[in-house]
């Protein structure tokens, strides 16, 4: 029997504390050889646009399709052996928050040994999620905020002193925020390269999630350049996907057998001593999505949550 839960109910089962462990340990799996998954793929239609990515488990034998379209977004669960559905969640809450868990993990890992301050640009609904991961696995003690609208950075920094108890500061300029910030956080829709990289702190960690199609671009070539390593959640989902590496690539300013996973990093393998300066190239995958919407659906069973349950699939 499959059962079916709503965002409501996916707010109330998992938080980003519990978001940062389980796809920390997920990485972990990955490092492991416990799982197994596919890139997004896309198909459109007359007006929107299918994207569609699967992960397996093999510790839980659980299988996790990951399907979006418009306003439209689910994970289904299904379990390895029966081929049965156990869960579809409503994933517009979970994909946002997996997203920010795992921007916690890379900087849980990859921040400088000192990360007072926390530039975010763009002020928008996935930085409030980067804001939380990022304060949960860091001691932050300052957030420079960067927008093109003044007052979507007012009711971004109202809404975040909610919850968030970290001084929040507007900044003046891009600029600003890439010359103060320890850990430089970019959370836009930008088709063309906002920053070169020239005014980074010689230890930084950069970290950018909305270039997660060949056609968008956060930052240019450039700055990669000036990165001491590049490092992602995915390598099949980077090559196909990141707009600012495939570009980079393209141009010979970095080779993808250069580029570190994620999961390597988290496992120990990674560089030593520390890079100075570190580029998290974050696309969002399935192998989140199946950590976020397992613990969901093994909390809604654990506290019998009020769940419809549905026989015919």
Not at 6 to 18: F, H, S
Not at 57 to 73: E, I, K, P, V, W
Not at 196 to 213: H, P, Y
Request: with cysteine; glycine share 8%.
């Amino acid at each position: 029997m499959a059962v079916v839960i709503g965002e409501k109910e996916t707010r109330r089962l998992i938080d980003m504390p519990r978001a940062v462990k389980v796809v920390e340990e997920m990485f972990r799996d990955r490092a492991a050889g416990k799982t197994r998954s596919i890139p997004r793929r896309r198909l459109k239609g007359s007006e929107k646009q299918l994207n569609v990515m699967a992960a397996w488990h093999g510790g839980t034998d659980l299988l996790c399709l990951r399907a979006y379209a418009g306003a439209s977004n689910t994970i289904t669960l299904y379990h390895g052996r029966s081929g049965e559905i156990r869960a579809i969640l409503n994933a517009s809450y979970l994909s946002s928050l997996r997203t920010g868990a795992a921007s916690g993990v890379a900087a849980r890992y990859l921040a400088p040994p000192t990360t007072d301050t926390l530039g975010i640009v763009g002020p928008g609904w996935q930085a409030t999620f980067q804001v939380e991961a990022i304060v949960h696995a860091c001691k932050i003690k300052e957030i420079l905020v960067y927008g093109r609208n003044p007052k979507k950075i007012n009711a971004f920094i109202k809404e975040m002193r909610r919850t968030v108890r970290v001084p929040f500061q507007e900044a003046a300029s891009l600029e600003q925020v890439e010359r103060e910030s320890d850990i430089f956080v970019l959370a836009t829709d930008a088709a063309q390269p906002l920053t070169d990289g020239r005014a980074l702190k010689d230890e930084c960690l950069v970290i950018s999630m909305g270039a997660n199609q060949p056609v968008k671009h956060e930052v240019s070539g450039a700055l990669i350049r000036r990165m001491d390593l590049v490092t992602t959640d995915d390598l099949p989902t980077a090559q196909g996907d990141s707009g600012d590496l495939i570009a980079a690539c393209n141009e010979g300013v970095i080779r993808w057998e250069k580029v570190v996973p994620l999961e390597n990093i988290v496992a120990g393998k990674g560089p030593l001593p520390r890079p100075n300066r570190i580029l998290f190239q974050s696309n969002g995958i399935a192998d989140e999505d199946l950590a976020v919407g397992r613990f969901v659906w093994e909390q809604a069973k654990k506290k019998k949550s009020k769940v419809r349950a549905v026989n015919e699939i």
